[in-house]
């Protein structure tokens, strides 16, 4: 159960690490604990597997990553983890997902893929195809980016 410094702490790292020789710290004092404190309540998280891993997000279309599709996949029931395997391993993959399929849409495995170029993905999506031996899926490329945000479990006005 989250007490509220778990909160407090959580509402502040979803923010941006300020630019600053020691983030940790800066992040600490603004929550009124000390470094030790955050780092230890941080490893406790990962611990315990509630903090999956913490990074930088990329500004893809900004360093030349122009292409993006949504790849929806068919994939057998017995092929799944070898599929989940090889998706999670492409560097060009960045979401992997298995859903249930509707009528009229068979799809059950989905993966958002990135490239420099349509065709560049469009080759990636083939190659990780023949390497399964998967051979219906569809490519949904992104003509507009409306919003891209990281999750927010807690405004700081919540806790």
Not at 21 to 27: I, Q, S
Request: aromatic letters at 8%; glycine letters at 6%.
């Amino acid at each position: 159960m989250l007490d509220d410094l778990d909160k407090r702490i959580i509402a502040a790292m979803q923010d941006d690490l300020p630019l600053v020789p020691e983030p940790y710290k800066a992040v600490a004092e603004r929550l009124g604990i000390a470094e030790e404190v955050l780092l230890a309540r941080l490893a406790g998280y990962r611990a315990r597997g509630e903090l999956r891993r913490m990074g930088a997000v990329l500004r893809h279309r900004e360093v030349g990553y122009a292409a993006n599709a949504l790849c929806a996949w068919q994939v057998p029931a017995d092929k799944m983890a070898a599929a989940a395997a090889a998706m999670k391993a492409s560097a060009a993959v960045t979401h992997c997902y298995a859903r249930v399929p509707r009528p009229g849409w068979p799809y059950n495995f989905y993966i958002m893929l990135h490239g420099h170029t349509r065709e560049e993905c469009t080759r990636t999506a083939a190659a990780l195809a023949e390497g399964l031996g998967l051979g219906d899926f569809v490519m949904l490329f992104s003509t507009r980016e409306w919003k891209k945000t990281s999750m927010r479990y807690f405004g700081e006005d919540e806790v």
